[in-house]
């Protein structure tokens, strides 16, 4: 198994079942990761895409891909001209993905801890490039910066990718909650540099609130605190 797998995708040989997600109110999505309720807070001014417009957008997981996307979101009012067939050439949106598989039948704090200090040693550089042909965005990587936000159940990386003449950069937060690793991606416009700063700083808060509205249960606490010995070795 890749690099990748080991650091983006959290990946491992137990399998993540996922249902379909739901909202459970004007503000909030809820998702299953493994047999886990986990509540996905919507970011202001974004809403929901649906599956059909995803796949008419071509905003589908790649054969293979170590994360499965749950959820995406556009900014509000663009619906109307998506459904029209008349996308913008330009525009933010946001994705939530999980792991297809874990090492472990839950994340744990150990686990978490080695991938921040992965982070922090340079144990990306190199790897975000075959992220993004992962996700099927052609044209070159810019690279991966320094770790730029760090909480205690959340990490947020800025990428940026290049292609057809225009930046995009990406905010990418993991986020460990209620022993299940989440992953948070918040794309900024096209062709903006300034939007890196947004991006990162979005990704940020949006870690936060998942953090907030997924208070830890006592038996998620107990399997978070077992051993990660070897998590990188599977």
């Known amino acids: 198994m890749g690099n990748i797998g080991r650091v ?33 807070p919507l970011l202001d001014g974004f809403e929901l895409l649906s599956e059909g417009m995803r796949a008419k957008m071509g905003l589908v997981d790649p054969p293979g891909s170590n994360n499965r996307t749950v959820a995406i979101f556009v900014a509000r009012g663009l619906l109307e001209k998506l459904e029209a067939g008349n996308p913008p050439a330009r525009m933010r949106y946001l994705d939530v993905q999980v792991p297809r598989k874990h090492v472990w039948q839950t994340g744990t704090r ?26 099927g965005r052609a044209g070159a990587l810019g690279g991966v910066s320094n770790l730029l936000h760090e909480g205690e159940r959340y990490f947020v990386l800025h990428m940026h990718h290049t292609g057809n003449g225009q930046r995009e950069d990406v905010g990418a937060a993991t986020v460990l909650v209620r022993a299940r690793m989440i992953h948070l991606y918040v794309r900024s416009m ?25 208070s830890p249960t006592p038996a998620s606490l107990k399997a978070e605190a077992k051993s990660a010995g070897g998590f990188w070795d599977s």
């Open 110 to 135: 150990a686990a978490f801890r080695e991938a921040i200090a992965m982070v922090k040693k340079g144990g990306l550089d190199g790897i975000a490039n075959k992220e993004f042909a992962e996700q």
């Open 8 to 40: 983006l995708g959290f990946v491992g040989c137990i399998g993540l079942l996922l249902a379909m997600p739901r909202l459970a109110h004007a503000e909030d999505l809820v998702i299953d990761a493994h047999g886990e309720a986990i509540t996905v």
């Open 190 to 214: 096209p062709g903006d540099v300034e939007e890196g700063a947004w991006a990162s700083d979005t990704a940020k808060n949006w870690a936060e609130a998942l953090v907030a509205a997924n």
